[in-house]
């Protein structure tokens, strides 16, 4: 292996996914609003990453049995769908 | 926000009342539970490597569990030098490239499991018939 090649060891490579940071995997995702029903149902925890990923992970987990490290590539994807007009903002 | 959108991703109106929402008319992105279902589905496929995805074989677990050793044999090439130390390959053998790496391979194989020796060699065998014939 090359000396300036570095092996992903530390979890998905967000970069990869058009991500700019953990941070924006909740951030996307705690936007979502299921048959109605958002998905950061407690208001107060948009305003906290910590308790908004915390909702997001639970959220996942319990629906889709979805792991943690699986989130960014669905936020990739709805991303992906954003920025190409696939799904719209909605106010 | 990293998201790249023009609009606010969340409009907050400071100082708040207790109570009072902060999120109301805020933008978010409306999705059924099968549509996020469709997401869910294709991020796993998108997270799933191509060759598990393809042959979903699963990787031997037990001591018993025998790999597929042809597959794993036949991208094996053994540097020149080593390849002309395999025996039982007369020197018309050597000169053909691919038919030295064939034989090293099945050199190596015969080492793996060296009750397939006498298989290999009937293998080498017919191989030379053949050669001799055409």
Known sequence: ?91 | MAVESQQPVRSVSAPQRPGTSVISGSPHIDLTTDGLGGYVERAAQLRTPEHERFTHSPLPTQAGDIPNIAVDIQPLVLPQHQAANVTNISPADKVSAPLTQMASSLEVLAGLAPELRPLISQVIQENRALRARS
């Open chain 1, 1 to 91: 292996m090359a000396p300036n090649q570095k092996t992903q060891t530390e979890g998905t490579n967000l970069k990869t996914l058009g991500l700019n940071s953990p941070q924006e995997v909740f951030d996307l995702l705690g936007l979502l609003k299921i048959d109605g029903e958002p998905i950061v149902k407690n208001e107060q925890d948009v305003l906290d990453p910590k308790l908004k990923a915390k909702a997001v992970i639970d959220y996942f987990s319990e629906k889709f049995n979805v792991k943690m490290d699986e989130l960014p590539y669905i936020a990739s994807l709805i991303k992906h769908d954003l920025k190409h007009g696939k799904l719209t903002w909605r106010r």
